[in-house]
């Protein structure tokens, strides 16, 4: 392992790039913080500077994802453009383009054990990207009468929650598949979409 070190003062950052190191190593529980000092090349007195343990330091880790994972997912979205469900099959599609370009990040938010409910700085983070996927589902049933419109909470929930699974079982474990996760993903939203009634009959 090649320690990365840390230049100008900004030891706080080079101790995040270290947790990321050791996380695709060890996984998100498998270092101590004094071994995190270590791979930034700084002594263990050092850290506690900046963090009063591992899961403070995960903790950080985790923030910082949940700001890159909403800001794709915003971009990904873009205001509904150019429909509705397209915009929401982006979103879809951005959850897996993070979760294979950060997976240190996508570890430490969702296999840390982490709760953002206790981290008062991961909440906020955590529920912009939620509603950005909210909004794209609330897009989806503007044609249905408002009694028959299913809560944008829980479409935005099922499809976290697939979205997760496809993640898990085909980009990041052992199963196989003959199809690519991107074409798995939509076309269970499609099929799950479909049985909500929230696809035009002409989809």
Same mark, same amino acid.
């Given at each position: 392992?090649?320690?990365?070190?840390? *230049?100008?003062?900004n030891?706080?950052?080079?101790?995040?790039?270290?947790?990321? &190191?050791?996380? &695709?190593?060890?996984g998100?529980?498998?270092?101590?913080?004094?071994?995190?000092?270590?791979?930034a090349?700084?002594? $263990?007195?050092?850290?506690?500077?900046?963090?009063?343990?591992r899961d403070?330091l995960l903790a950080?880790?985790a923030r910082?994802?949940y700001?890159?994972?909403?800001a794709? #997912?915003?971009?990904?979205?873009?205001?509904?453009k150019?429909?509705?469900?397209?915009a929401f099959e982006a979103?879809?599609?951005a959850?897996?383009?993070?979760?294979?370009?950060?997976?240190?990040?996508?570890?430490? #938010?969702?296999?840390?054990?982490?709760?953002?409910?206790?981290?008062?700085?991961?909440a906020?983070?955590?529920?912009?990207?939620?509603?950005v996927?909210? =909004?794209?589902? &609330?897009g989806?049933?503007? *044609?249905? @009468?408002?009694?028959?419109?299913?809560? @944008?909470s #829980?479409?935005s929930a099922h499809?976290?929650a697939?979205?997760?699974?496809?993640?898990?079982?085909?980009?990041?474990?052992?199963?196989?598949?003959?199809f690519a $996760?991107e074409?798995?993903?939509?076309?269970?939203?499609?099929?799950? /979409? =479909?049985?909500?009634?929230? /696809? @035009?009959p002409?989809?």
């Amino acid at each position: 392992m090649t320690k990365r070190g840390y *230049h100008h003062g900004n030891l706080r950052q080079a101790l995040v790039e270290a947790a990321l &190191a050791l996380i &695709a190593e060890r996984g998100p529980q498998g270092f101590s913080l004094s071994e995190a000092a270590k791979q930034a090349d700084v002594t $263990p007195a050092a850290v506690y500077r900046h963090f009063a343990g591992r899961d403070e330091l995960l903790a950080e880790v985790a923030r910082q994802g949940y700001e890159i994972f909403a800001a794709l #997912m915003e971009y990904a979205f873009d205001e509904g453009k150019p429909s509705a469900l397209a915009a929401f099959e982006a979103t879809g599609r951005a959850y897996l383009a993070f979760a294979r370009k950060y997976p240190g990040h996508y570890v430490a #938010m969702f296999e840390s054990g982490l709760s953002p409910q206790a981290w008062p700085e991961l909440a906020p983070v955590a529920t912009k990207a939620r509603d950005v996927l909210e =909004r794209a589902a &609330a897009g989806l049933s503007g *044609h249905l @009468p408002p009694d028959r419109r299913p809560p @944008p909470s #829980m479409v935005s929930a099922h499809v976290w929650a697939m979205s997760h699974g496809v993640v898990e079982l085909y980009m990041r474990g052992a199963a196989k598949s003959p199809f690519a $996760p991107e074409d798995l993903l939509e076309a269970g939203i499609g099929i799950y /979409l =479909r049985g909500l009634g929230l /696809l @035009p009959p002409d989809k």
